[in-house]
């Protein structure tokens, strides 16, 4: 879409992607791609790498879902970062599986996993990390990969917002050593209680960006005062270009 690329996918078929890696010890990362992210891919070139090379690009926006049926996609459904985390956190309990926790504000970390715990009593939490805001040193980030690497996860969830926590799982892939990274941005907050989650009907109605920037207008108006007009243009574009070759087929 718009030259980066994004999984015909489902939450279920996410989901099964997940514990098959897991269980064949195939090391992924996973990126969870809203329009946001796929304009900012769609002006840089090594983070459109990034998106190309995951081994899904999951599809989080209803306007994505739409776009991709008119396009004739079959099967693509929203998977929210918030909901994939809900539903591998439920999956893993019957399995097993080990969780680390990376990002988010000083102790948003510790209380996504404190909540998540109380939700599913079994879950394994082996480590939660709030790195600092800014760049880590070489020394910093040796030392977080180890940490990690003790702990041994089955799935590290990473939540340092895009495209940093794009950039951050391609850069320390061949060091970690757990199956599975995913970046997941807001959802840390969400689950943890930290910042409001839409209510389903917005999610649905595809108007979760302006229940966001009711919440926090002054961090994201910007953000979304560049991308909502963009993405808009650019998908009448897309599908005029695709009827227009239809025409001349014909």
């Known amino acids: 879409m718009f ?3 994004l999984s015909a996918t489902n939450l279920t078929e996410a989901s099964e992607l997940v514990e098959r890696s897991i269980r064949e010890r195939r090391k992924v ?35 994505i879902v739409w776009l991709s049926k008119l396009l004739g996609k079959s099967g693509v459904e929203r998977v929210r970062g918030t909901d994939f985390m809900r ?10 599986l080990r969780h680390f926790y990376v990002g988010g504000a000083p102790g948003t970390a510790a209380a996504l996993s404190a909540k998540l715990i109380t939700a599913h009593p079994g879950l394994k939490v082996v480590g939660a990390l709030c790195p600092p805001f800014r760049e880590l040193s070489a020394a910093e980030n040796l030392e977080t990969v180890e940490e990690i690497n003790a702990a041994r996860p089955d799935v590290l969830w990473i939540g340092l917002g895009a495209p940093k926590q794009e950039r951050w799982m391609v850069a320390n892939f061949d060091r970690i050593d757990a199956p599975v990274m995913v970046g997941v941005g807001a959802a840390f907050d969400f689950l943890a209680g930290t910042k409001p989650e839409a209510p389903k009907w917005l999610q649905r109605s595809g108007l979760e960006w302006l229940f ?17 007009p963009t993405f808009l243009c650019l998908s009448a574009r897309e599908l005029l270009l695709r009827r227009l070759m239809k025409v001349q087929k014909v």
């Open 3 to 5: 030259g980066v690329r």
């Open 29 to 63: 990362y996973i990126c969870v791609t809203d329009a946001n992210a796929l304009l900012a891919a769609r002006q840089d070139a090594t983070l459109n790498e990034i998106y190309r090379n995951a081994a899904l690009s999951l599809p989080d926006g209803m306007p």
């Open 87 to 96: 539903t591998i956190t439920a999956m893993s309990c019957g399995l097993g």
């Open 212 to 228: 966001r920037l009711a919440c926090e207008p002054r961090r994201l108006w910007r953000r979304y005062a560049i991308v909502v």
